[in-house]
T-cell receptor, first 114, second 118 residues
Framework: DAGVIQSPRHEVTEMGQEVTLRCKPISGHNSLFWYRQTMMRGLELLIYFNNNVPIDDSGMPEDRFSAKMPNASFSTLKIQPSEPRDSAVYFC????????????FGDGTRLSIL | AQTVTQSQPEMSVQEAETVTLSCTYDTSESDYYLFWYKQPPSRQMILVIRQEAYKQQNATENRFSVNFQKAAKSFSLKISDSQLGDAAMYFCAYRSGAGGTSYGKLTFGQGTILTVHP
């Protein structure tokens, strides 16, 4: 079975540009999570969805960040406008809704804002 | 809010030896799940092992086992017969089993870098 698929794997762009990260969860999973990983702050949960509905977006750093999940098989995380401090690895993870089920992570997107 | 603490930023072990990585957590909940994830240089997040808080028996997965001490809120990972491929960053994580907006969220520790010497 295919795992969580993220694209692009790497993104380099200039400050001020719009960035869109994409995620395809594992088929049948009904929870989806976006994380950010930096050296300074470690792994942080940005937002998560249950059954395509955003449940908790308290980790989204600012209004420049937005996330959508238009259907069960696709989610996006958008940054507009991007800033150098947004440079990080962004992970998407999915799981079944029940708490005992582990989250499966994608390979992450390494984002560099120049 | 739950917190997860990994007090060892770095650990090292000789190949074939045993190493234990520490993790403590703070919660007022009785229903929760604990996980260890491995992140090699390839940056993938790989699930190593999980433990349900309601289970008294410590989880094991081949060379990996945990020492779950619920009263002490401790969840250490033991790696036996260490191999070069075990070298990675290891993260301890907590997941609430209760309802509400905390349900399903993973809270991670800061990570422990494990080096394996040949």
């Amino acid at each position: 079975d295919a795992g969580v698929i993220q694209s692009p794997r790497h993104e380099v762009t200039e400050m001020g540009q719009e960035v869109t990260l994409r995620c395809k969860p594992i088929s049948g999973h009904n929870s989806l999570f976006w994380y950010r990983q930096t050296m300074m702050r470690g792994l942080e949960l940005l937002i998560y969805f249950n059954n395509n509905v955003p449940i908790d977006d308290s980790g989204m750093p600012e209004d420049r960040f937005s996330a959508k999940m238009p259907n069960a098989s696709f989610s996006t995380l958008k940054i507009q406008p991007s800033e150098p401090r947004d440079s990080a690895v962004y992970f998407c993870a999915s799981s079944h809704l029940t708490g005992e089920q582990p989250q499966h992570f994608g390979d992450g997107t390494r984002l560099s804002i120049l | 809010a739950q917190t997860v603490t990994q007090s060892q930023p770095e650990m090292s072990v000789q190949e074939a030896e045993t190493v234990t990585l520490s993790c403590t957590y703070d919660t007022s909940e009785s229903d929760y799940y604990l996980f260890w994830y491995k992140q090699p240089p390839s940056r993938q997040m790989i699930l190593v092992i999980r433990q349900e808080a309601y289970k008294q028996q410590n989880a094991t997965e081949n060379r990996f086992s945990v020492n779950f001490q619920k009263a002490a809120k401790s969840f250490s990972l033991k790696i036996s017969d260490s191999q070069l491929g075990d070298a990675a960053m290891y993260f301890c994580a907590y997941r609430s089993g209760a309802g509400g907006t905390s349900y399903g969220k993973l809270t991670f520790g800061q990570g422990t870098i494990l080096t394996v010497h040949p």
